[in-house]
């Protein structure tokens, strides 16, 4: 959450900064007037899972609850093309590899016990952004931008305590910041992502230990989220 606040304030100075300055000769001022822009992005992000437990209670007296309780830094690689619609606007096809994992732990709740899986996860992600941007001053034009991705999970695996299903769709919310460079535009962009689909699979005809399936039946709703800090360059 630090490097996010962090992040949050670089692109606040940033823009209070450029409405302070004096105007200076642009850097590629025809850029964002193209029909079609092209780049490529590379970021870092936070996998989570939201879940949603429901207190089952097993024939052993057993009740499970689950959480993500640690998450390590992912990364991100893609390409970028970005359709002009006007000076404010443009339509945007991210399409994106994203690698992470996540550590779910179920916790019993009279004794303590606990279980865990790591969770990776490799998602290839194809969102359509539409972005809003203000009037350009100087080499800095902030905007924000909203879309959906749908997604695929190339690394599931089976016969494990917690089954997801490979797709999903995500809602993304930003914000970010075109940096005009003599050579090329730098864009960073602080994205936060939504899963919308309850991904819990509860068809275990995997399982070949039914001792697990505790784990499935305890819990009803599981929906990914993400938050991340990309680059574009473009």
Known sequence: ???????????????????????KVQNRPYIDQRLWHYGFLIGMHVQDYKIVNNGFITEDGETWFADVADYS?????????????????????????????KRVVWLEQKTNKRESQQVRSAYLGVPIDLKFAAERFNNYRPYVMLGIAPTFDLSVKKARPLLVKPFDCFIEVGMGCDIYLPFFK??????????????????????????????????DNVKSRMISLIFYFE
């Open 73 to 101: 830094p992912g990364f991100s690689v893609g390409v970028l093309g970005e359709l002009y619609l006007n000076k404010y606007m443009a339509l945007r096809f991210v399409p994106t590899l994203s690698f992470g994992d």
């Open 1 to 23: 959450m630090k490097r996010i606040a962090i992040f949050l304030f670089t692109i606040l100075f940033c823009v209070i900064g450029s409405t302070a300055q004096t105007r």
């Open 186 to 219: 730098l864009i960073p962009e602080l994205k936060f992502s939504f899963g919308l689909a309850n991904i819990i699979d509860k068809k275990r005809t995997d399982l070949t230990d039914k001792s697990l399936m505790k784990f499935t039946e305890s819990i």
